[in-house]
T-cell receptor
Framework: QKEVEQNSGPLSVPEGAIASLNCTYS??????FFWYRQYSGKSPELIMS????GDKEDGRFTAQLNKASQYVSLLIRDSQPSDSATYLC???????????????FGQGTILTVHP | SQTIHQWPATLVQPVGSPLSLECTVE??????LYWYRQAAGRGLQLLFY??????ISSEVPQNLSASRPQDRQFILSSKKLLLSDSGFYLC?????????????????FGPGTRLTVL
């Protein structure tokens, strides 16, 4: 069973701090990794995608991928109260060499940024 | 630009009643389409996916079914709802893949349908 595990929450950080969200995955053949943000009652929206080992930065967000350790993380710098949401890690789900675009999601980490 | 629609936005149904949720995508052709369910406080569970008209793959055995009567239309149905069917139903799409082993693109989600079964 392919699994995606996220660090247990909820995570609470003060405004302006760095929030660190972690995710591990079991399928060593996974090649595409995504972070989504989901506000309460809303649908998930994409924050970052990452495909290669290393860091990828987009504004205040940095995704980090380590395929050898089967680990992907998301750092949010200068956290704002508007960043308070559930963050979902997603990994492509290959079966027999074909993914058909299917994703396996982690259970999500609730982040609260307090003023 | 591409847009994805879902309706209805909210639905309250009695146990044992039928269900039909609709998802349509605009601005693209031959997308891959996906139905997910998110139970309260839980992650997303993939229910069905479709790579083309009439092509449906089921991920989880249940009393739900899916159909794709048109290229950009994806329907989720049930003949008799159970209490456990309550949840947030999300439709997502990506551009159609080139074939086996094709790269994965980003999934974009519709606004969702919140279903409550009483």
């Amino acid at each position: 069973q392919k699994e995606v595990e996220q660090n247990s929450g909820p995570l609470s950080v003060p405004e302006g701090a760095i929030a660190s969200l972690n995710c591990t995955y079991s399928d060593r053949g996974s090649q595409s990794f995504f972070w989504y943000r989901q506000y309460s009652g809303k649908s998930p929206e994409l924050i970052m995608s990452i495909y290669s080992n290393g860091d990828k930065e987009d504004g205040r967000f940095t995704a980090q991928l380590n395929k050898a350790s089967q680990y992907v993380s998301l750092l949010i710098r200068d956290s704002q109260p508007s960043d308070s949401a559930t963050y979902l890690c997603a990994v492509n789900a290959y079966a027999g060499g074909t993914s058909y675009g299917k994703l396996t999601f982690g259970q999500g980490t609730i982040l609260t940024v307090h003023p | 630009s591409q847009t994805i629609h879902q309706w209805p936005a909210t639905l309250v149904q009695p146990v044992g009643s039928p269900l039909s949720l609709e998802c349509t995508v605009e601005g693209t052709s031959n997308p891959n389409l996906y139905w997910y369910r998110q139970a309260a406080g839980r992650g997303l569970q993939l229910l069905f996916y479709s790579v083309g008209i009439g092509q449906i793959s089921s991920e989880v055995p249940q009393n739900l079914s899916a159909s794709r009567p048109q290229d950009r239309q994806f329907i989720l149905s049930s003949k008799k709802l159970l209490l456990s069917d309550s949840g947030f139903y999300l439709c997502a799409w990506i551009p159609g893949l080139a074939g086996p082993g094709g790269g994965v693109d980003t999934q974009y989600f519709g606004p969702g349908t919140r279903l409550t079964v009483l």
